[in-house]
């Protein structure tokens, strides 16, 4: 899946890269939507729906898509929000706590990349449900922050009380909080939803204006937001035996170790990422949208185990399976989700504790209670998901697994596109649908890892794009289709990108295709030294394209694993991801975008394999697991060197050997027959090397029979 | 030049890479010694001949070289330095100043790579003459850390007064000073002779341990040191005419611009580094070996400029040129070079000041009275060193001169070894010194950029080797020999390694050769977005070797430009380099080294320049300016691609049509001749794609051949 868009040639220091423009969406209305209780979210299902729908299917049909607040009156559309309420009732408890202003972010308390409906609170306040943004409210006044991709859907959703910013800077929120607020006042934040590093960024950018932050534990819109969202009820859930080769108690027996290693001693680690205590427990749950976690912490230190989560979820079972009964340095100790900050409080006041913490993932609100100073441990990343990121033999099993089933999904949807597009009936949310249906007919899915990218011709050209009933095309055989999505399954999630044109691409097409192609394989193919970073790497995906001017403007890869969310840091290819090790796996997403016309990504999740080198040990390269074979009519082979070309042919002969089973098993005998027809070997010349002795040769030759014959 | 080691695969941060191990040998020794005043400095020309000869000119022969402090009595060679009675005068200082502990760095206060002899504190204190270390002195212990390179010169140099510590980072000299200075009391630094990054490591280290440290702007060692050189006397001068494109006073309100445009409105600009200075007047001073650099700081202001330095050796001329005698903005307000301190504090106590300073390059002295903090203004780099960083037209055009001359030397020089070392009379110092005596012919010659690294078979596998009386090994046609050496010109200076072989290599040496040679074409060849970092790009220099499991543990490239140091930071490859703009120069090394055998490096100077590209705007690549050819003996034409070999041929021809000329000029025929042989073209089969047809054509033909015969 796509990473947020980053400045051409820069490399983003952005973690919670996130393309999901709605993430509410899929969630709610896929057939697979886990057995949430719809009622508790109407308000953000007809939210939802009422931005849909915008004004395409509304009574005016010929009345503006988006507010205009300088009209007199002020215009607004069918789908705008009024917040008035919401904004009167916050400003009471602003007022109460002595605040002129109120900054609300976009994330929940674990810094998740998805959020559940319950901490929609930038939705709930602002009717504006993007999924990026920042708002601030004063006194008097209310303003939006987000990106480009949202512009035009925040002028549909918000009403004339809101202002909106364009500038996502941190900087320039502190601008505006700086000209808007009263010198001496306080400007108050909930530090459950900042992280270190954003509260530090305001806090250099209010400094020395004689304006601070007010660290309010109590979220004041929660508050005011009366049909909030409850956690939901259903009970969590163990995973089975089949899919785990670590048992937790292992697991925490490695952590403890590497606690123990640790020269600073630390005596307690604190886990704040909602996939670090699911990885740990092998649990899992159902409270973000395409993400199988639960709300929760652990506090490990070296004789307990303390696990906060909503108590009446956990079955007897599973209290079982945790040891729950007891206090040993193996017994899970259950406390609620809401206690945690009196624990670490209490915790951190025992005599000679030090508490770790991985910098990235932890909120402010527990970070400010570890002081003084030397009690505190820090690193980027917890030692729980540095460990995680390595996967072990099991996991990488189970994972290919996963991906040989996602690739018969693939290649039926594919197959069915060949056939029914030229038909003329399908458009992007029909075929965003079909992928859909034949994961959900694989083995152990549980429906799809992120809402699908399906984007058709110019629209594929918005790197960002989702389709929606406004912006929805037919596919056609005139234009490129580009399809990114992915598949949650029990042993691993899935996550990949093609691009297919089904009558006859342009030569510039073929162009970028191949050497986006080139860009997958050259990352693909290349051997590298363990601990080399992903970011030292990153331009092979991009050398071809810069060849001859082209560009893209996002992230080239990124961590993905067993049933997690499909972007799983801290693997991959930016500058904020930690050093390949064997065992870990990333996507490889390399792509061209040209405005207005087409879009190119192709994307494989590969695993980091050991290889042999002629020299040296320990030297690395990528196996490639996703096996759908890219459109034959796209690919420009006088373009790539025997080397690339030989790589391509390789990988043809692996998805034959490895999905033609599995396609066979299924009893899919005419996708075989496209898996066959679409993986033929290409012509192949030989290395360079070899070219050129067996080119004399061949000269040799014919010299020789040109002197016979004169 | 090659930087300082790093380990295999990471990507240093440390800024003042150095590999130099005797900053002051060829200072002393060299013919160009720019009219040192010998006597000042005869305590250290005295350490160093005595470390130089050791014990193989020594009156017992047979002795160890290095001490032995546990025998009784102690055992210490005769290069061994007695530092009694420095201690104890330093420590009645320490006394006096009621600290328990003394850090004494290998630095000066412009935080430069090479040093004066004046500020060589941590060899009058310990003996050591290394370039690398840091020394601390308690009131009854004293320790020195220093790094691998250096152990077994320390063993030799320091008596037993002194403690080795292996592990140089900041946290081990923090765990020594934790375990030898009691709880609650000072340790003294001199805040001149530290980074912002240093104190702040210190500090951290020190954090929570009750120990503090404390700032003391007079440093001790200089006080107990009677014989301490004195600055030099010599004038300082400004750069002619035919080398300068913009005026000082250009150069000014360019920067007054840049700070005007700030968005934090900075009122000043502090530069501390020496090249800063000297960028900014166009002058040039004599004050650090190698470096033509004089001690100064400038404190520019929107309407003022104050010039700190050595009155005494500003010419009546000079203030003329400076425009010394005024006060306006366009005025050069001289001050005495210790007056900083006061002049400073004196500025950040005006109202509404803030001073913009580079955190890389200003001492902790400096930065510590820029209070309270919204009066300081930081960016890594001070805009000075990011404008100097690209060049302008004119330095592109002189510093390409200054290596078509080079190359002339160059090659004068590996003509002359060829014809030589087979005779078997030339040693690794008598070919560094006929390498310095070819450059010293050339017009504009200002002596060389570094001490030569010479090094023949196993002593080119350090790859930071430099050749001593010692360690010289007489050159033969059985080993391979690396030399890495550089001159300054009034013009530009230089930096070139060449790696070359006078009997029969190895099939290994070749392939490591020819991948060296791969990595520095392909990143020399590549084409990349304006704005792109080095340290994205540097695994190209590595891929080919990486093939193969080889690999080598240093940096991949520094930037170079118009007489200052050769190490021209913030431009090359390593991650604290600012992105790559048209004009910027680097230099381009990857190596390898094979531990007791041999070692090899292919080091050329390039210039970023712009390129076409089929569909994209503004895209760079390298156009190499060093004009040597390789050894061809070593390279194995098989293993390049066809591009490869095409740059390589593009390359040869473009050393015969610019170094051609010039030994016309200067009527060296024997090398032209040379330098024809060695840049003949190599044979080419063509690009990938069109082998691929070609060959086809070539079957075609012979099978349609085949067929008339039979």
Redesign the interface.
């Known amino acids: 899946m796509l990473l947020r868009a980053t400045p051409?040639?820069?490399?983003t220091h952005t973690l919670h890269a996130t393309s999901d423009p709605q993430p509410l969406r899929v969630w709610i209305c896929s057939q697979r939507a886990r057995s949430v209780k719809m009622p508790s979210y109407s308000w953000l299902l007809a939210l939802y729906l009422a931005a849909l729908t915008g004004n395409t299917d509304g009574a005016v049909a010929r009345e503006s898509t988006e507010r205009n607040c300088s009209s007199t009156p002020p215009y607004l559309p069918s789908t705008a929000v009024n917040t008035s309420l919401q904004l009167e009732e916050l400003r009471v408890q602003m007022r109460a706590m002595n605040i002129s202003a109120y900054i609300i972010p976009a994330t929940d308390a674990h810094l998740s990349e998805y959020i559940a409906p319950r901490d929609a609170r930038l939705a709930f306040m602002t009717g504006f449900t993007g999924s990026a943004g920042t708002a601030v409210v004063t006194l008097n006044k209310a303003a939006l922050w987000t990106d480009s991709r949202y512009w035009v859907q925040a002028e549909r959703q918000m009403d004339c009380n809101w202002e909106l910013e364009k500038d996502v800077s941190i900087s320039s929120v502190a601008q505006w909080l700086i000209s808007e607020v009263p010198k001496g006042d306080e400007i108050g934040f909930d530090p459950f939803l900042f992280s270190l590093k954003t509260q530090e960024d305001y806090n250099i950018n209010l400094?020395?204006s004689d304006r601070s932050l007010k660290s309010i534990t109590e979220n004041l819109v929660d508050k005011v937001w009366k049909e909030r969202p409850s956690v939901p009820p259903d009970s969590l859930t163990r995973l089975p035996d089949r899919v785990i080769q670590r048992t937790w108690q292992e697991k925490v027996e490695h952590i403890r170790t590497q606690m123990g290693d640790s020269p600073y001693k630390p005596t307690g680690l604190l886990l704040s990422a909602l996939d670090e205590t699911a990885w740990l427990f092998n649990m899992r749950g159902n409270d973000i949208p395409y993400n199988p976690f639960f709300y929760s912490y652990t506090l490990l230190t070296m004789d307990e185990i303390w696990l906060f989560l909503h108590m009446e979820r956990v079955t007897e079972e599973l209290k079982v399976y945790l040891n729950a009964s007891c206090e040993g340095a193996l017994c899970v100790q259950l406390k609620g989700y809401d206690t945690i900050l009196d624990h670490l409080k209490n915790y951190v006041s025992r005599p000679g504790v030090k508490v770790w913490i991985g910098t990235e993932y932890t909120n402010y609100a527990l970070y400010e209670v570890i002081t003084?100073?030397?009690k505190l441990l820090t690193s980027s990343y917890s030692p729980v998901l540095t460990t995680k990121a390595v996967k072990d033999e099991t996991e990488q099993q189970i994972l290919r697994d996963a991906h040989v089933r996602d690739a018969v999904a693939v290649i039926q949807f594919l197959m069915w596109l060949e056939k029914t597009v030229p038909e003329g009936n399908q458009t992007e949310l029909t075929a965003a649908e079909y992928v859909d249906k034949c994961r959900s007919k694989q083995k152990d899915s549980r429906g799809p890892s992120f809402g699908t990218i399906s984007a058709s011709g110019p629209n594929a050209a918005l790197a960002h794009y989702s389709p929606s009933k406004e912006t929805n095309r037919r596919l056609t055989v005139d234009e490129m289709y580009l399809v990114d999505s992915g598949g949650q399954y029990l042993d691993g999630t899935t996550d990949i990108t093609r691009t297919v044109h089904w009558g006859k691409p342009t030569e510039m097409q073929k162009e970028a295709f191949t050497r986006v192609l080139m860009g997958n394989i050259e990352i693909s193919r290349?051997?590298?030294?363990?601990?080399?970073?992903g970011?030292?790497?990153?331009?092979?995906g991009r050398?071809a394209l810069?060849?001859?001017?082209?560009?893209y403007g996002h992230g080239t890869g990124h961590g993905v694993g067993n049933y997690f969310g499909v972007h799983e840091w801290p693997v991959g290819f930016q500058s904020n991801n930690i050093?390949f090790r064997a065992g870990m796996f990333t996507s490889i997403e390399p792509g061209y975008y040209k405005e207005n016309d087409f879009g190119i990504r192709i994307e494989d999740v590969a695993v980091v394999v050991p290889v042999q080198?002629?020299?040296?040990?320990n030297?690395l390269t990528f196996d490639t697991v996703s096996l759908v074979p890219y459109d034959r009519k796209l690919i420009d082979t006088?373009?790539l060197?025997?080397e690339q070309l030989h790589f391509l042919n390789k990988y043809y002969k692996t998805i034959r050997s490895l999905v033609g089973p599995e396609l066979d098993n299924q009893g899919l005998r005419e996708e075989k027959d496209w898996m066959l027809r679409n993986t033929e070997p290409f012509a192949e010349?030989g290395s360079?090397?070899s070219?050129?002795?067996?080119?004399l040769t061949?000269?040799a030759?014919?010299v020789a029979?040109?002197h016979?014959?004169v």
């Not at 051409?8 to 490399?11: A, E, G, K, S």
């Not at 080198?613 to 040990?617: A, E």
């Open positions: 051409p040639h820069t490399f400094e020395s003084p100073q030397d290349t051997i590298f030294p363990s601990g080399t970073r970011v030292n790497m990153e331009m092979l050398r810069w060849e001859v001017g082209l560009n050093p080198t002629k020299y040296g040990n030297y006088s373009l060197s025997s010349i360079s090397a070219v050129s002795s067996s080119s061949l000269i030759l014919a029979l040109l016979n014959i």
